[in-house]
């Protein structure tokens, strides 16, 4: 039976945290990489085989849809996104991260299957908002039990990789697209419905391993069942063991106290964000609207103003996305290790604010009729390798500083804004900005490329003087646990600072740095 602080009256120890950061590395967190990381995947898969079936269903031989029907099954899915994350990333907090992780992909592999069973338009919106609800929830459960069972040595790297293989899913969406979409190669009226079964093949794989991912024994350790965490620490500890990793001893005096804390209320949660850490609320907040700003704005229309300044075909701009979205999953993966080693703020400075000059330079050559469709994709792939790197920092630095009691809301909170933000304001203002006619007008989109260069910069200065220097640091330290109670000590000799806002953390003195 799992002991409750609040039953013996008295702060209980535990020493769970300090025994997760203190694993190597071994297949068992490559099992939670895989496991876990596939949501971005599929999130990046749905979006982009939507994008790409759109024209299709508005042939007789499908479903006949219109232009503003093809339109709103977009907005469906990403209103699904933002009611799953907030409906989730609820019982993500209050029920545990595997339980909700398994729910999550159950939802999504049902409803992206029935999807391609649709018969009607309305058939298929209520199917999309479903499947956009089990991936929105994903981000919330996802991102908190990667967190919180991740080394701390190896967090930052894996989270923003894990994040940015969302364009390895836009990647397969794009080839799966140029297979089950050509009239040649398979009937029309089958290849749309063969594209939204793509997702729950790739799921179905997945969900088995995901049954071999434990709890997170931090979630456990904070909701009064220690003895459980306790008991999954020693099996993780042994599964490292056998596959060849060495652990260290952990001391006494890197336990923490853990009391009893009834359930998070939304006043509790609204007193913790707008209160103890606005600081951190204000940086979250900057750091995904400007990332989703930069992101959606482009992304979004970036097919119409190849078409619209090139004079592309419909069939040659998706030839030109390939190179778009490699530099986007490249970014994260070859980056990712720096912001465990050279630092969040300093990483994420400079990955906002080289794209920001890149995209300034970009504009200014736009403007001035310097490029082509090569040469402006090309310059488009460079600020989206770093962009991409500081968007995947944005959601390592919501799911990091806050107090794992209520960690997997704040990340379904700010995924909201940022989705909203991108997906509503961003599209719309830079698609009004481009110029129709043989001839358009450049000036009106150079303006909106620099605003968006201008509105990345500020985010990056934002994140450099609000930002925490989470490297290395335990979850712990980062942020105090509603539930814990006096000092403790991980990773080196510097206590914890209470959760206010405080100064940005820093590297112990006693610590060398990586």
Not at 324 to 329: T, Y
Not at 460 to 472: L, R
Request: glycine share 10%; net charge neutral.
């Amino acid at each position: 039976m799992s002991e409750h602080a609040l039953e013996h009256g008295r702060a209980i120890p535990s020493l769970v945290p300090a025994r997760m950061d203190r694993l190597p590395w071994t297949r068992f967190h490559w099992m939670i990489v895989v496991g876990l990381g596939v949501s971005w995947i599929l999130d990046g898969l749905e979006i982009q085989l939507v994008s790409l079936v759109g024209n299709v269903l508005k042939e007789p031989q499908t479903l006949h849809l219109t232009t503003s029907e093809v339109g709103l099954m977009a907005s469906i899915y990403l209103a699904g996104e933002v009611v799953g994350a907030l409906v989730f990333g609820r019982l993500t907090d209050k029920l545990g991260r595997r339980s909700l992780f398994i729910v999550t992909l159950l939802v999504y592999l049902i409803a992206s299957g029935l999807a391609g069973l649709s018969w009607d338009i309305w058939s298929l919106l209520i199917f999309r908002f479903v499947a956009g609800m089990g991936i929105g929830g994903e981000y919330a459960a996802i991102n908190s039990a990667i967190d919180e069972l991740i080394p701390s040595k190896y967090r930052g790297r894996v989270d923003i990789g894990v994040n940015g293989t969302y364009w390895a899913g836009a990647l397969i969406g794009s080839a799966v697209g140029l297979v089950f979409l050509n009239k040649d190669i398979v009937p029309i009226e089958w290849g749309w419905r063969l594209c939204f079964l793509i997702g729950p093949v790739m799921g179905l794989v997945i969900i088995f391993l995901r049954r071999h991912i434990p709890e997170s024994p931090r979630w456990l350790m904070t909701h009064g069942r220690v003895e459980e965490a306790e008991r999954t620490v020693d099996d993780i500890e042994e599964t490292v063991r056998r596959q060849g990793g060495e652990l260290r001893a952990v001391r006494d005096d890197e336990a923490i106290q853990l009391i009893d804390y009834p359930p998070v209320t939304y006043r509790e949660i609204a007193r913790v964000m707008l209160r103890d850490y606005r600081s951190r609320s204000f940086l979250g907040f900057s750091m995904m609207v400007t990332q989703a700003f930069l992101y959606n704005a482009i992304f979004f229309t970036y097919a119409l103003v190849l078409k619209a300044y090139f004079g592309l075909s419909d069939s040659s701009i998706a030839i030109y996305f390939f190179p778009f979205a490699i530099g986007n999953l490249a970014g994260p993966l070859l980056l990712g290790h720096w912001f465990d080693t050279i630092g969040r703020r300093r990483m994420i400075l400079a990955t906002y604010s080289v794209s920001a000059v890149v995209l300034f330079v970009t504009a200014l050559l736009f403007n001035a009729g310097s490029l082509n469709a090569a040469s402006l994709t090309g310059l488009w792939c460079v600020v989206f390798f770093f962009a991409s790197a500081g968007a995947s920092s944005a959601y390592l630095t919501v799911s990091e500083i806050f107090p794992i009691e209520l960690r997997g809301q704040a990340i379904s909170f700010f995924f909201a804004i940022s989705q909203l933000t991108g997906g509503v304001i961003a599209p719309y203002l830079f698609a009004s900005l481009i110029g129709s006619g043989d001839h358009p007008a450049r000036g009106p989109l150079t303006v909106g490329y620099i605003i968006g260069a201008g509105i990345m910069l500020i985010g990056g200065i934002i994140a450099w003087f609000f930002g925490v220097d989470a490297e290395g640091q335990s979850l712990e330290n980062i942020a105090k646990p509603l539930s814990a109670t006096g000092g403790t000590r991980f990773q080196g000799a510097s206590p914890r600072i209470p959760s206010t806002d405080v100064p940005p953390y820093r590297r112990p003195q006693d610590e060398p740095p990586e």
